[in-house]
Antibody, heavy 121, light 110 residues
Framework: QVQLVQSGAEVKKPGASVKVSCKAS????????ISWVRQAPGQGLEWMGW????????NYAQKLQGRVTMTTDTSTSTAYMELRSLRSDDTAVYYCARASIAAAGLALDYWGQGTLVTVSS | QSVLTQPPSVSAAPGQRVTISCSGSSSNIRNNFVSWYQQFPGAAPKLLIYENNKRPSGIPDRFSGSKSGTSATLGITGLQTGDEAHYHC???????????FGGGTQLTVL
């Protein structure tokens, strides 16, 4: 069965960086993309970007351009999301989700369990 | 402020039918597929509807989706207490070049 297992919770200081991993299993990793979505406490969902696990092409939300990098390691079927220059409003649960390889805007059919990132001095 | 507009909450009695609306614009809903997600407290979202009205395997046919113009609707029939959750709509926005979501709707089954 398809599973996305994310790394554990992180606590970071403002200005630091965080790198969240998302290990996929149960499907051919390079046949899909991975989207990252975050959810601040009590808020709605915010799409951060998408990466093709086939060729590494990325599509980032303009709001996060320059602070976010998404990568994949096809040898371990793992996706990574790094967010730099963290601010308090980056405190959120970060989700990875399986996406279409064709386009960033299609449905997200399987989700990781979420990783809480807390930014606090 | 979300790009897609959903009612903050809806409620209905067990066994009844409820609809949740998702309002957008020509740059998002009108020209792109809409998805719906169900989220329980403390859990990850789960895909309920994709491509406006298709259900993934395992999703009961009590859940349905539709789209007309710049709005989409999620319908749930035969409400059960286990349907109490947050429901989110999402789609691509061609002008912003991002996936956009509604603010989410809390469903209460009275």
């Amino acid at each position: 069965q398809v599973q996305l297992v994310q790394s554990g919770a992180e606590v970071k200081k403002p200005g630091a960086s965080v790198k969240v991993s998302c290990k996929a299993s149960g499907y051919t990793f390079t046949s899909y993309g991975i989207s990252w979505v975050r959810q601040a406490p009590g808020q709605g969902l915010e799409w951060m970007g998408w990466i093709s696990a086939y060729n590494g092409n990325t599509n980032y939300a303009q709001k996060l351009q320059g602070r976010v990098t998404m990568t994949t390691d096809t040898s371990t079927s793992t996706a990574y999301m790094e967010l730099r220059s963290l601010r308090s409003d980056d405190t959120a649960v970060y989700y990875c989700a399986r996406a279409s390889i064709a386009a960033a805007g299609l449905a997200l059919d399987y989700w990781g369990q979420g990783t809480l990132v807390t930014v606090s001095s | 402020q979300s790009v897609l507009t959903q009612p903050p909450s809806v409620s209905a009695a067990p066994g009844q039918r409820v609809t949740i609306s998702c309002s957008g614009s020509s740059s998002n809903i009108r020209n792109n597929f809409v998805s719906w997600y169900q989220q329980f407290p403390g859990a990850a979202p789960k895909l309920l509807i994709y491509e406006n009205n298709k259900r993934p395997s395992g999703i009961p046919d009590r859940f349905s989706g539709s789209k007309s113009g710049t709005s989409a609707t999620l319908g749930i029939t035969g409400l059960q207490t286990g349907d109490e959750a947050h429901y989110h709509c999402g789609t691509w926005d061609s002008s912003l070049s991002v996936v956009v979501f509604g603010g989410g709707t809390q469903l209460t089954v009275l």
